[in-house]
C-alpha cells in the first residue's frame, strides 16, 4: 500500500471511530468498534510507516503483541 | 531506535492498562470525569497526527534523491506537532479553568500523567524532526520519522482508552 493510501485509510478509520462514537451503540459495541479500528490504525502505521511488512516475522509478532494488548483493553472496559 | 518504540509502547501500554484497571473501582465517576474531556479535539488530533506521520513518511523516502523536499517536508510535519500541541494546550486550558487537576479524582491524574507524557514526546519528535531537517540524510530522516511514527501510534491506542472507552 502506498503511503498516500496509508493515510487515507488512517483519516478514513478516524472518522469512522468519531462517527461511531457519535452513534451512541452500547456499550459491548463501542469498545469492540473502537477498539477494533485502533487495532487496524496501529497495524497500518506498523506495517507501512515503520515499514514492518519488509519484515513478516517481526511484523506477526507485533500483530500477535496488539491483538493481546487490546483484548485486555476489551476484557477491562467491559469489566467495569 | 526499535529498543526505544517497544520500550515507549510498553511504557504507555502499561499505563493505560493501568487506568482500566483502576477504573473498576469507580466507574461512574471514571465516566463523569472523562465526559469533561475533549473528544472532538482529539479527533482532530488524530487527524493531524497521521498527517504528520503521513509527511514525515514522504521525508524518510525522498531524503536521498530529494533533500530540499524532504527538508520542506520535515519542517510541515513539525509545523503539525505544533497544531497538535496547541489543541492539547486548549483543552487543558479549559480543564484548569473548571477546576479539574491531577488531584480532582483519579481518572485526570492518569488522564494528564499519560497525555502529558505523550505531549512531551510530541514536542521532542518536533525538535527532532527540526534538527534533522537542517540536513536531510536519508539515515537521519529515517531515524526521526520512526519516531515521529511512534508517537502517532501510542496516540492511536491512548486515545480509545482515554477519551473513548
Request: aromatic share 10%; hydrophobic share 60%.
Amino acid at each position: 500500500m502506498s503511503l498516500r493510501l496509508t493515510w487515507g485509510a488512517l483519516v478514513a478509520m478516524s472518522l469512522l471511530t468519531a462517527a461511531l462514537v457519535a452513534a451512541g451503540p452500547g456499550r459491548p459495541w463501542l469498545v469492540a468498534g473502537v477498539l477494533l479500528l485502533a487495532g487496524l490504525k496501529s497495524r497500518l502505521i506498523l506495517r507501512s510507516y515503520l515499514e514492518l511488512r519488509q519484515s513478516p516475522s517481526w511484523a506477526r509478532g507485533f500483530d500477535l503483541v496488539l491483538a493481546m494488548l487490546l483484548l485486555a483493553f476489551a476484557a477491562l472496559a467491559l469489566a467495569g | 531506535m526499535w529498543i526505544l518504540i517497544i520500550s515507549e509502547l510498553a511504557v504507555f501500554s502499561a499505563g493505560l492498562l493501568a487506568l482500566l484497571a483502576v477504573r473498576l473501582t469507580d466507574p461512574a465517576g471514571f465516566a463523569e470525569a472523562q465526559s469533561h474531556l475533549h473528544r472532538l479535539g482529539a479527533a482532530v488530533n488524530t487527524v493531524v497526527l497521521v498527517t504528520s506521520g503521513y509527511l514525515a513518511a514522504e521525508a524518510a523516502r525522498l531524503a536521498g534523491p530529494r533533500p530540499a523536499r524532504a527538508r520542506l517536508l520535515l519542517g510541515l510535519a513539525a509545523s503539525l506537532g505544533a497544531v497538535f500541541l496547541w489543541v492539547k494546550a486548549s483543552e487543558y486550558a479549559d480543564l484548569f479553568a473548571q477546576g479539574i487537576g491531577t488531584e480532582t479524582h483519579a481518572f485526570y491524574t492518569f488522564s494528564y500523567l499519560l497525555t502529558g507524557f505523550h505531549a512531551a514526546h510530541v514536542l521532542a519528535g518536533m525538535i527532532l524532526l527540526l534538527g534533522v531537517s537542517w540536513r536531510p540524510t536519508p539515515r537521519a530522516a529515517g531515524v526521526a520519522a520512526a519516531f515521529w511514527h511512534m508517537v502517532d501510534l501510542v496516540w492511536v491506542l491512548l486515545v480509545p482508552v482515554v477519551y473513548l472507552l
